[in-house]
């Protein structure tokens, strides 16, 4: 069962900017594709950006994020620049399974919180 563990959350004001990371259990090379994922106050967890093994990049959150991986780190991360309040969630990376449902997902970390507030 693959472990993933997110960090790099916090609080921080509108406009300002965060970087979060995931680690695995497992080589991520192993790994046909990863994504961020959040899940925002009162809503359901939702894509926010995807990256396969070719490196091609999908946003499903347009304009301030950059997905990126370090495979000699092992590690996955998200560049969130201009943050907004709306974009205050819970943050999770995961395995991205497009043609499953994210509640049949599994592995879930803990998440890393990010709130954006004055």
């Known amino acids: 069962q693959v472990q993933f563990v997110e960090s790099g959350g916090g609080l921080v004001q509108p406009g300002g900017s965060l970087r979060l990371a995931c680690t695995t259990s497992?080589?991520?090379?192993?790994?046909?594709?990863m994504g961020w994922f959040r899940q925002r106050p009162g809503r359901q967890r939702e894509v926010v950006a995807t990256?396969?093994?070719?490196?091609r990049i999908n946003y499903e959150v347009p304009g301030r994020l950059t997905i990126s991986r370090d495979l000699a780190k092992n590690t996955l991360y998200l560049q969130m620049d201009s943050l907004k309040p709306e974009d205050t969630a819970v943050y999770y990376c995961?395995?991205?399974?497009?043609?499953?449902?994210?509640?049949?997902?599994?592995?879930w970390g803990q998440g890393t919180q990010v709130t954006v507030s004055a």
């Open positions: 995961n395995e991205y399974l497009p043609l499953t449902p994210l509640g049949d997902y599994r592995n």
């Open positions: 497992t080589d991520i090379k192993r790994i046909y594709a």
């Open positions: 990256l396969n093994d070719s490196g």
